[in-house]
Nanobody, 126 residues
Framework: QVPLVESGGGSVQAGGSLRLSCTTS????????MGWLRQAPGKEREGVAA????????YYTDSVKGRFTISQDSANNTIYLEMDSLKPEDTAVYYC???????????????????RGRGTQVTVSS
């Protein structure tokens, strides 16, 4: 059983919006650093955004600041990634990921080396 289940990917034109969702178990969600990684064709996987589920502190990679918003629904063990002003360079497979401890400065590495979902495709056309 996959511990993290993503939904909400799809295709959109540049300037459009999409919202990704990720649901997990309470045992993973509680007090975790959860977030999103993405991997574009021919590129390394990178951290996009993270949230500490106990307190709500958020973290973003520079290229998405001001355009993407990560949030959570604690009642449903779910996090969201609201993506606005999408660009063709945002095209990638987006993976939900989690580490069962608080987020640290190197949050993208925390997400890379712990729980990860199967991914959902986001395609932005120009």
């Amino acid at each position: 059983q996959v511990p993290l289940v993503e939904s909400g990917g799809g295709s959109v034109q540049a300037g459009g919006s999409l919202r990704l969702s990720c649901t997990t178990s309470e045992s993973i969600y509680r007090g975790a650093c959860m977030g999103w990684l993405r991997q574009a064709p021919g590129k390394e996987r990178e951290g996009v955004a993270a949230i500490y589920t106990n307190g709500g502190s958020t973290y973003y990679t520079d290229s998405v600041k001001g355009r993407f918003t990560i949030s959570q629904d604690s009642a449903n063990n779910t996090i969201y990634l609201e993506m606005d002003s999408l660009k063709p360079e945002d095209t990638a497979v987006y993976y939900c990921a989690a580490d069962v401890q608080r987020c640290h400065d190197r949050w993208s590495l925390q997400l890379e080396y712990n729980y990860r979902g199967r991914g959902t495709q986001v395609t932005v056309s120009s």
